[in-house]
């Protein structure tokens, strides 16, 4: 009996020490390098995939190889501009174009040589679209673009600065880039049309505060050569330029000739009624006598063609297009109506040459495709050019009075 305890409590000795000994033996960790070789091949391969040369997309051009063409302004006849600038990454043509023109009008009527604000435009176009996107209950269009016209109705509503009071840059900055800026005031404006907060003294309140974080608050008074203006007195005592001097050529069959209709194209987002409709042929007969008789022209239209180049700086209408003789008012209409011709870009006519194939106009353009030739800032184009895609020119009225007297 005795001998069985003893064995029994041995057993369970050895046993116990074999668990014992069990519950002691720990696991260890240690720190490794977390990855997947597989995952690390296919990013890899993603990589190389997307770094692999691709045919470049090509658009099918006219080919200006050989020709006989413009090839430099100082050929030109041409009036007093300022120097071309760039209008950046902005949707800010149709202010840059009639900026330009104003001042050579204020140099053609006065000799002052001014350089303007044309942000202090931008800035207030911004908030007067605000302003009817309210009214509107979000059924207007708040986009970056409009139309030259709209710079005579903010200056005479807001006045104009001089560029070195109001550039729109911050410091350091070379260029002007709105898309963020455009980006938040469009956000912004979606939530009030989805939550229905029509509060325009808020909503303009907030529109403002996004135009000054990134353009600077425009001025209310500065000071000119030691004396204090405000925005409306510069405008009325330096520029003396009166917005309402200015008329808007229009040529469309969809319009009644010789009344003064809408322009209808999205950029015309205030509906303005003030284009001065004419047949194509006075349409052209106008441009080219002002322009012939020292008058620059602010013009608008398409220039996504065929027959533009940036490199040669040239724009024309390729014979594959069609044909100059058939370049009529039923061309123009049916391009303008199928939207294969479309309102753009904004330019400035500064000049012209005769040559033995027609007329050319020495275009001043703020857009990237003019930054590219050799002579940044300018375009040539043919007077067909102007005549199928251009759809309407501003000019002083006195440029146009024998064409006016057809309106009652």
């Given at each position: 009996m005795i001998k069985n305890i003893i064995l029994f409590v041995l057993i369970g000795c050895v046993f116990t020490g074999i668990i014992i000994s069990q519950e002691t033996d720990h696991h260890h960790g240690k720190f490794i390098e977390s990855k997947s070789e597989f995952r690390e091949e296919m990013k890899k391969s993603a990589e190389e995939f997307k770094t692999l040369e691709k045919e470049p997309k090509l658009r099918f051009k006219m080919d200006f190889e050989g020709m006989d063409l413009p090839d430099n302004p100082e050929n030109f006849t041409s009036y007093w501009h300022n120097e071309p600038s760039s209008q950046g990454l902005t949707g800010t043509c149709w202010c840059y174009c009639l900026t330009s023109f104003l001042e050579s009008e204020i140099y053609r009527q006065t000799n002052k040589e001014l350089k303007l604000s044309i942000m202090y435009t931008v800035y207030w176009e911004?908030?007067?679209?605000?302003?009817?996107?309210?009214?509107?209950?979000?059924?207007?269009?708040?986009?970056?673009?409009?139309?030259?016209?709209?710079?005579?109705?903010?200056?005479?509503?807001?006045?104009?600065?001089?560029?070195?009071?109001?550039?729109?840059?911050?410091?350091?900055?070379?260029?002007?880039?709105?898309?963020?800026?455009?980006?938040?005031?469009?956000?912004?404006?979606?939530?009030?049309?989805a939550t229905s907060n029509w509060n325009e003294a808020v909503v303009l309140s907030t529109i403002k505060s996004i135009l000054n974080h990134y353009l600077g608050e425009?001025?209310?008074?500065?000071?000119?050569?030691?004396?204090?203006?405000?925005?409306?007195?510069?405008?009325?005592?330096?520029?003396?330029?009166?917005?309402?001097?200015?008329?808007?050529?229009?040529?469309?069959?969809?319009?009644?000739?010789?009344?003064?209709?809408?322009?209808?194209?999205?950029?015309?987002?205030?509906?303005?009624?003030?284009?001065?409709?004419?047949?194509?042929?006075?349409?052209?007969?106008?441009?080219?006598?002002?322009?012939?008789?020292?008058?620059?022209?602010?013009?608008?239209?398409?220039?996504?063609?065929?027959?533009?180049?940036?490199?040669?700086?040239?724009?024309?209408?390729?014979?594959?297009?069609?044909?100059?003789?058939?370049?009529?008012?039923?061309?123009?209409?049916?391009?303008?109506?199928?939207?294969?011709?479309?309102?753009?870009?904004?330019?400035?006519?500064?000049?012209y040459q005769d040559r033995d194939d027609g007329t050319w106009f020495l275009i001043k353009d703020s857009g990237s495709g003019g930054h590219t030739g050799p002579y940044p800032g300018y375009y040539f184009y043919h007077e067909d050019y102007i005549k199928l895609k251009m759809m309407n020119f501003i000019v002083h009225k006195d440029a146009v009075k024998d064409l006016l007297k057809n309106f009652n």
């Open positions: 911004a908030v007067e679209k605000a302003r009817r996107y309210v009214s509107e209950r979000g059924d207007s269009r708040f986009s970056q673009g409009s139309l030259p016209n709209a710079t005579l109705r903010i200056w005479k509503k807001y006045g104009v600065v001089p560029n070195d009071i109001y550039s729109g840059l911050k410091e350091g900055q070379q260029l002007h880039d709105h898309g963020q800026m455009w980006k938040e005031m469009n956000t912004y404006l979606k939530h009030i049309k425009p001025p209310t008074s500065f000071k000119v050569n030691g004396k204090k203006m405000t925005p409306h007195t510069y405008l009325q005592k330096v520029v003396k330029v009166n917005p309402d001097d200015y008329v808007d050529i229009l040529s469309l069959m969809k319009n009644q000739y010789y009344s003064i209709d809408e322009y209808v194209v999205p950029d015309n987002w205030w509906h303005s009624s003030d284009y001065y409709n004419v047949p194509l042929d006075d349409f052209m007969i106008a441009l080219k006598k002002a322009v012939k008789n020292g008058y620059t022209v602010g013009i608008g239209g398409d220039v996504s063609e065929a027959g533009i180049s940036a490199h040669d700086e040239v724009a024309m209408i390729p014979s594959f297009d069609i044909p100059s003789e058939y370049i009529e008012e039923n061309a123009r209409q049916f391009r303008f109506s199928n939207r294969s011709t479309t309102d753009d870009h904004g330019l400035h006519v500064v000049g």
